[in-house]
């Protein structure tokens, strides 16, 4: 599977409730010392999850990038309520889209 | 328009030398970006507006001047800074998705632009030549292919930008033709609606030379340009001096084409319809020396701008797709950058051999250009306050605030330029 597979799916929680779309993957590059990092394979954390957008966060979702305002503030709005869910909450991936545990957590999306 | 890519050309020709060299450097950088400032969709709109309004948009010239220093400026410095072309890190921060509407939009409006300017270059060597320019379509588009191919990047650009100042002659013949100053000055202080034309009319042709202006290619040149000859953050005074003094002393050669037509076309009531009327104030005022000066000065601003477009048109793809481009690297390195740039000119002699007029094709690409300059120019104004990117050299609060409120001119321009080309029926 690639990324392109599951960016734009629906969401479903457990009991078949709509959440939203996925909007990006979180990566994390460990097990490799700093000067290395771009070595080390990028691990797949999470799925972003927006309700009401299928668009792109367009990197607003990092904590210290708040310029341009406007923009920034449209951005956070356009995604508001959206999470981030850990890969151990998915539950299953089919043709409808993501299927979460039960009792999957709604991680705060920002970075940084 | 050129100019664009003309970082620290001397000093870094000869490494790091005398303040004299680097003097030169400066005044080669500054002179290759006023001469390459216009291009076809300048002369055209200018001379036609002009012939119409008189100087009453002269406005919108300076607005648009004032807004493309702004946008180059951040281009270069995202390049310089981080090493990559904008529409790379579009690409990358924005997202596939987000990133294909803007590359859609550019590069057709670039496409447009280099139909345009490909068309200009043979109507230029139509008016040197008395061969009609269809036949001079094959050659003009081979030889933007050959000089893209095999001449170096910083030779093309100074080559060109250089030659182009030949269109100071515009400026000489204004003077040359002795005008009422006092009228053109209060036309162009005091703008109004010429009695005769509708305020669609009016407010079409401000949009289209806004979009002449700010034509979308200009950046992406700009910021490839940076990346072509390996701008670091040293360049960057250099970069904002070529910027800041040479588009502006450019745009004045774009008010000195229209108050030429301003001056002659008016008063005896000739709309521009064709590219020997754009030089013709100054076959009246200058004379046989004259018109050679600005036929060498139109040939060498549209066919600058051709080499640009196409370039252009390989950048934006290939960056967006990932693929290997430059004219720093060897063709065979490049090679879906080079291909893309071949068939992007025979698109444009495709379309030409159609026998469209190719002041038409430039009048609509200007104004489509309007149309797009959001999607350009929202995303480059985002990566330029993106830290992981930029550093300490985003944007400052003061910059975002004034690109902010062209931001919205843009928007309203945008979304205002088909409306008003329905209601002017495109300027009619």
Known sequence: MILSDLLTAKVFDDAGVRLGRVIDGRFALDGRPEAEASLAQARLVG?????????????????????????????RWRHRGSFLVLWEDLHSIDDDGVHLRAGFTRHDIRLG | ??????????????????????????????????????????????????SRFGLSLVWVTVLGVVGICIFAQISGRVAAVSGRATFEIIRERLGPRASLLNLLASFFINLMTLTAEVGGVALALQLASSVHY?????????????????????????????????????????FLLNPDWNHLFNQATRPAVPEGEAPATYWYYAVALFGAAMTPYEVFFFSSGAVEEKWTVK???????????????????????????????????????????????VAEAGGKLALAFVIVGVLAATFGAALETTLSSGYTLSQ??????????????????????????????GVLATGVD??????????????????????????????????????????NFTALVFMVIILLAALAAIPLMLLSGAGA
């Open chain 2, 134 to 174: 269809l036949a001079w379509v094959p050659v003009a588009g081979f030889a933007v292919w050959l000089v893209v191919w095999r001449v170096k990047f910083k030779i093309l650009e100074n080559v060109t930008g250089l030659l182009g100042l030949t269109l100071i002659v515009f400026a000489v013949c204004l």
């Open chain 2, 320 to 349: 967006f797709f990932g693929w290997s481009w430059g004219k720093f690297r060897r063709p065979v390195r490049a090679a879906r950058f080079h291909l893309v740039m071949i068939l992007c000119l025979l698109v444009g002699m």
């Open chain 2, 358 to 399: 190719p002041i038409k094709v430039t009048e609509y690409s200007v104004v489509f250009s309007a149309v797009a300059l959001p999607l350009t120019y929202i995303p480059i104004l985002i990566v330029a306050n993106d830290p992981d990117y930029m550093g300490r050299h985003v944007n400052g609060r003061l910059l």
């Open chain 2, 235 to 281: 360049d960057l005074s250099q970069s904002r001096l070529n910027v800041l003094v040479g588009f502006p002393l450019g745009g004045f050669l774009s008010v000195a084409i229209a108050a030429c037509a301003a001056v002659v076309l008016l008063p005896a009531g000739i709309g521009v319809t064709s590219l020997s009327q754009v030089v013709l104030p």
């Open chain 1, 47 to 75: 799925l972003l999850v927006s309700p009401h957008s299928r668009g792109s966060y367009l990197g607003y979702e990092r904590r210290d990038l708040n310029a341009p305002w406007p923009i920034a503030k449209l951005e």
């Open chain 2, 1 to 50: 328009m050129s100019g664009k890519g003309s970082g620290s050309l001397a000093d870094q020709a000869t490494g790091k030398s005398s303040a004299n060299l680097s003097i030169l450097g400066v005044a080669l950088g500054i002179l290759t970006a006023i001469g390459g400032f216009v291009d076809i969709g300048d002369l055209v709109t200018n001379a036609v507006v002009g």
